[in-house]
């Protein structure tokens, strides 16, 4: 039996800034997201005016100020790259109870092109917050930076409990690849046969720090020889930084029958957190997606054998395979197995990551959105369309799908079960 | 010791008998009066029952290696660390329960293969300034 407020609203339209990506002319965060706004009221026929509700990481009174909207309900849920599936979360919530109407969940993020403006004005804080905050204060001594080098922690652990291989996680990052190259958007889109990029000039793209070619098809040798950043991980288990602004609108279901587009409904969702440091971490190979994803499945009426896609949180390929374990769509320790054995691949039994993820799509900081982008493509139907986010990309059958987002360092999850109209 | 060029935390009051107890060479550790159990990192209430009555009690410094990762990347790595790569970071399951992050030390970063997820480990205090002498692990 569905829960309550499963169905009680639909995505009813998901778009993309104009430039994503590695853009040549830079845009502020702020502008990538006013775009993607822009660009999913116009797909959908409702008006910016009408929305009534503002879902993002953080932007929510900023974006209100700047389209010169009052909303009735501001959330600024910012607890990582999985914010967007708990904005979702709470907005089916919002709407279900009556208080709003129009929903959009937003974000805008120039992950790739900050590195332009850093300094620049009053720049970002640099400071490392409150020297007294515990996670702080018994962490910082030990130099502990960017994701990678905690979340490397998680895949030794995962190798030692499971006897699992950095083979069978480069299998990841490979398939997640082949999605890539059929998806013009991706910024690795590149097609077997074709012949390498030329190499980036010096100066261009961060001062020549990325003077290499890259995208198109990748084997696991690839992988493995990528260059070493937090052992086991390397250069390819890692995402992208990229620039990224999209944008859902969520409706009940009167408003989703009167869209210019088709609804994918919100079957289930469900959210929670097992710790924000990862100091505080229980056992290393499990995430709190397994509450999440059991609250979603619940409220659906559904499970892990009725799902027909995943859009699963790659941060890195670690990421990725203990979350498809959490979600109960591999066993414990096997979750790489999906990958290896080709049933996340094009043309296999259960599609993950098709837009080519975290890894070789977009990853801009914060990744959900990407995932919810994607997620309505596909079971709208519209993956093939140019439409308002450039270029097509490839189409599946799926009619189902469960979302999962990660955020922190394997601390927060939010869960989605999608499902087309019927 | 005027060279430390790595971040030293700052002590505060709930964390201070820990940090005296390095000053002096020795693992304090919160434990919950109430329901006896060791916590980290330290808190006025006890994270697994909500008591409010903690006391400081001294640890045995001993630890077994819960996972590890050797950490390549000066750029990713917190200022001060840079010089260092490669270096290995671990979580240590403390004897008394918890969990602490450190630095291993007498472990070759060049071959992770040779250091044992499991392995026995044994604290001890490096001199950061006069106030903060960190604590850092080693295999036995």
């Known amino acids: ?422 | 010791m005027a060279d430390y060029t790595k971040p030293i935390p700052s002590p505060d009051p709930v964390s201070q008998p820990f940090w005296d107890g390095a000053k002096e060479g020795k693992l304090m550790l919160p434990r919950c009066d109430d329901c006896n159990r060791v916590h980290w990192y330290p808190r006025v209430i006890c994270p697994f029952c909500h008591s409010m009555n903690i006391e400081w009690v001294e640890a045995t410094g001993r630890g077994t290696i819960h996972t590890f990762a050797v950490q390549h990347n000066k750029g990713l790595v917190a200022r001060g660390w840079g010089d260092e790569v490669p270096y290995v970071t671990a979580y240590i399951d403390l004897a008394e329960g918890d969990r602490m992050l450190t630095v291993l030390k007498g472990v070759d970063p060049n071959d992770p293969e040779s250091i044992q997820i499991g392995g026995a480990v044994q604290i001890e205090f490096e001199e950061a300034s006069d106030d903060v002498h960190i604590p850092f692990w080693r295999p036995v």
Not at chain 1, 29 to 45: D, K, R, Y
Not at chain 1, 174 to 184: D, G, H
Not at chain 1, 210 to 217: L, V
Not at chain 1, 293 to 311: F, L, N, R, S
């Open chain 1, 1 to 422: 039996m569905p829960g309550e407020a499963s169905k009680a609203a639909a995505i009813i339209g998901a778009a993309e800034a104009n430039d994503i990506g590695y853009p040549q002319t830079p845009k502020s965060s702020l502008t990538l997201h006013i775009e993607a706004i822009n660009n999913v009221c116009e797909m959908t026929g409702i008006p910016i005016a009408a929305i009534d509700g503002i879902f993002s990481a953080g932007w929510s009174p900023q974006i209100a100020e700047y389209l010169g909207l009052h909303p009735k309900y501001i959330d600024t849920t910012a607890v990582g790259g999985c914010s967007f599936e708990m904005h979702v979360h709470h907005a089916l919530a919002a709407i279900h109870a009556g208080v709003i109407n129009v929903a959009l969940v937003t974000h805008g993020e120039m992950g790739f092109s900050q590195r332009f403006t850093q300094g620049k004005g009053t720049g970002r804080p640099g400071g490392a917050g409150d020297p007294w905050d515990p996670g702080t204060q018994h962490t910082m001594a030990y130099g502990l930076g960017g994701a990678p080098t905690s979340y490397s922690h998680a895949l030794n652990r995962h190798m030692a409990r499971y006897g699992t291989t950095q083979e069978d996680f480069a299998e990841i990052a490979v398939v997640t690849r082949e999605w890539a190259t059929l998806n013009p958007r991706a910024v690795m889109y590149r097609k077997a046969g074709e012949g390498d990029l030329p190499p980036l000039e010096k100066g261009e793209w961060g001062g020549g720090k990325r003077g290499h070619t890259f995208g198109g098809p990748i084997t696991v040798d690839t992988v493995m020889n990528s260059r070493p950043i937090s052992w086991p991980i390397k250069l390819l288990d890692v995402c992208l930084v990229t620039d990224h602004g999209g944008a859902v609108l969520i409706t009940g279901p009167e408003l989703a029958r009167t869209s210019k587009t088709p609804p994918v409904w919100i079957a289930g969702a469900g959210e929670s957190i097992s710790h924000w440091n990862m100091l505080e971490m229980g056992e290393f190979t499990k995430t709190s997606a397994g509450r999440s994803a059991a609250a979603a499945y619940k409220m659906a009426g559904m499970g892990p054998e009725d799902m027909e896609m995943a859009m699963i949180y790659d941060s890195f390929t670690v990421t990725a395979g203990i979350t498809a374990e959490m979600l109960g769509l591999a066993p414990e320790g096997e979750g790489f197995r999906l990958w290896k054995d080709r049933h996340a691949a094009p043309g296999g039994r259960l599609p993950i990551n098709t837009n080519g993820g975290g890894l070789s799509f977009n990853h801009s900081g914060m990744y959900g959105m990407q995932l919810l982008v994607e997620a309505y493509r596909q079971l709208s139907g519209t993956a093939e369309d140019g439409g308002f986010s450039g270029d097509p990309g490839k189409q599946t059958s799926a009619r189902s799908c469960v979302v999962n987002g990660t955020g922190g360092s394997l601390s927060t999850t939010g869960t989605l079960v999608l499902v087309s109209d019927d």
